[in-house]
């Protein structure tokens, strides 16, 4: 959802995706510390996507030294979404971890490395930027992204919750950001002042609790009284979605060396292509194998 508060003073950009995450870490098989990570990093890819009316794909990389690794999610402004986890298991959860309040997930992100972000809107060219990692919290490192590369002054709360067995029960996220010689900065202050990660926790196990995960109802209980005759532009379906094919899967092999091609028929007599973003795997036979070798050895560029 994006709207308009204070009378355009600062746009709100609120995405649930409960549904959507649940389905990605069923898809990797994760839980608890891992999916919050993913859920979170989809969260924030989701606001970063819904910043212009145009199609726009927003590819968000959180890469730390900790050992989840990094966390990838490519996000688009229709409200599609998919992602994965480096290491996906490499975290094990901890029951009493499930409460009230934010769980921390800066160890397992890790605090040396960057956040970058990379932009397609369609164009000749791209936009990208990146800013070093400081606290491995997700949406702490967004918000220092958007303000630092971007230079736009903006609020990111995002957060993902779980049940005692580390299994997700909701996932919202909120942008509250200025607008160009709109005058906002000091309502995003005050917003970032009075909406601690904490408050955001509370607010979305609130919604849990009574049943309204939804993007108006988090937008108001969150700003509070700076909601008042908030405007809503348009809202969208938050949907998992991975665009992965066996043509693609057959481009990937087309791609690698000759002799890579011509050990896996001598080695294996097949191959296997899997999806990081959704698990999917393709599976080629020997023939199959042998026509793109093929193929391939005719193109004179191939190595």
Same mark, same amino acid.
């Given at each position: 959802?994006?709207?308009?508060?204070?009378? =355009?003073?600062?746009? $709100?950009?609120?995405?649930?995706?409960?549904?959507? @995450?649940?389905?990605?870490?069923?898809?990797?098989?994760? /839980?608890?510390?891992?999916?919050?990570?993913?859920?979170?990093?989809?969260?924030?890819?989701?606001?970063?996507?819904?910043?212009?009316?145009?199609?726009?794909?927003?590819?968000?990389?959180?890469?730390?030294?900790?050992? +989840?690794?990094? $966390?990838?999610?490519?996000?688009?402004?229709?409200?599609?979404?998919?992602?994965?986890?480096?290491?996906?298991?490499?975290? &094990?959860?901890?029951?009493?971890?499930?409460?009230?309040?934010? @769980?921390?997930?800066?160890?397992?992100?890790?605090?040396?490395?960057?956040?970058?972000?990379?932009?397609?809107?369609?164009?000749?060219?791209?936009?990208?930027?990146?800013?070093?990692?400081?606290?491995?919290?997700?949406?702490?490192?967004?918000?220092?992204?958007?303000?630092?590369?971007?230079?736009?002054?903006?609020?990111?709360?995002?957060?993902?919750?779980?049940?005692?067995?580390?299994?997700?029960?909701?996932?919202?996220?909120?942008?509250?950001?200025?607008?160009?010689?709109?005058?906002?900065?000091?309502?995003?202050?005050?917003?970032?002042? &009075?909406?601690?990660?904490?408050?955001?926790?509370?607010?979305?196990?609130?919604?849990?609790? /009574?049943?309204?995960?939804?993007?108006?109802? @988090?937008?108001?209980?969150?700003? =509070?009284?700076?909601?008042?005759?908030?405007?809503?532009?348009?809202?969208? &379906?938050?949907?998992?979605?991975?665009?992965?094919?066996?043509?693609?899967?057959?481009?990937?092999?087309?791609?690698?060396?000759?002799?890579?091609?011509?050990?896996? +028929?001598?080695?294996?007599?097949?191959?296997?292509?899997?999806?990081?973003?959704?698990?999917?795997?393709?599976?080629?036979?020997? +023939?199959?194998?042998?026509? @793109?070798?093929?193929?391939?050895d005719k193109n004179p560029g191939t190595a």
């Open positions: 959802m994006r709207s308009l508060i204070e009378g =355009g003073r600062a746009r $709100v950009v609120v995405a649930t995706a409960t549904a959507a @995450i649940q389905e990605m870490a069923l898809r990797h098989g994760i /839980h608890g510390i891992p999916a919050i990570a993913l859920g979170r990093s989809a969260v924030a890819g989701l606001l970063l996507a819904t910043l212009t009316k145009d199609e726009e794909q927003v590819t968000l990389q959180v890469l730390g030294d900790g050992p +989840l690794a990094g $966390v990838t999610v490519d996000a688009r402004s229709s409200g599609r979404v998919r992602g994965f986890v480096k290491r996906p298991h490499a975290v &094990t959860w901890n029951k009493d971890l499930a409460g009230p309040l934010p @769980i921390l997930i800066g160890d397992a992100i890790g605090r040396n490395g960057v956040v970058g972000v990379v932009r397609d809107l369609g164009m000749a060219q791209n936009y990208s930027g990146q800013v070093a990692l400081s606290t491995g919290e997700i949406d702490q490192e967004v918000e220092r992204y958007l303000i630092a590369s971007e230079q736009i002054d903006s609020v990111v709360r995002c957060d993902v919750l779980v049940d005692s067995d580390g299994q997700i029960t909701a996932a919202a996220g909120l942008l509250v950001q200025t607008l160009p010689q709109a005058h906002g900065a000091a309502l995003v202050e005050f917003v970032r002042d &009075t909406l601690p990660g904490p408050a955001f926790t509370k607010v979305l196990a609130g919604a849990l609790a /009574h049943g309204q995960v939804e993007p108006e109802s @988090i937008a108001r209980t969150s700003l =509070g009284d700076c909601a008042q005759g908030m405007q809503v532009l348009e809202s969208r &379906t938050v949907e998992f979605f991975c665009p992965c094919s066996r043509e693609r899967a057959e481009a990937t092999l087309g791609m690698l060396r000759q002799q890579d091609l011509k050990d896996m +028929l001598l080695e294996d007599n097949q191959a296997e292509v899997t999806c990081n973003f959704c698990g999917a795997k393709y599976r080629f036979t020997e +023939l199959e194998l042998e026509r @793109i070798r093929r193929k391939h």
